[in-house]
C-alpha cells in the first residue's frame, strides 16, 4: 500500500480521536460516534504497519468508548 495513504489513515483516526476528545469536552453525546469511528481506523492502521500495541490500545478505547455511552444513556433516561 502507498505510504502516502498509509499516512493518512493514521492521520484520519489521529484527528476524529482528536475531535471525539473535544466534544466530550462540551458534552455531546456524539462525541463517542466519532472516538468510535477514529479508534476503528486506528486499529485498521495499526493492522496495516503491524503495530499491536496501536491495536491494543485502540480496541481498549473502543471498549471504553461503548462503557461511557452507555453509561451516559443510561443517566440521561433516568
Do not use: R, T
Not at 18 to 28: D, E, I, P, R
Amino acid at each position: 500500500m502507498n505510504h502516502f495513504i498509509i499516512d493518512a489513515i493514521g492521520w484520519l483516526g489521529f484527528f476524529l480521536i482528536l475531535l471525539g476528545y473535544y466534544f466530550n469536552a462540551k458534552k455531546k453525546l456524539y462525541c463517542f460516534s466519532i472516538w468510535g469511528v477514529g479508534n476503528i481506523i486506528y486499529i485498521m492502521y495499526g493492522y496495516i504497519i503491524h503495530a499491536m500495541p496501536i491495536m491494543a490500545m485502540s480496541v481498549f478505547v473502543l471498549s471504553m468508548n461503548i462503557y461511557g455511552y452507555l453509561n451516559w444513556v443510561k443517566e440521561d433516561g433516568k
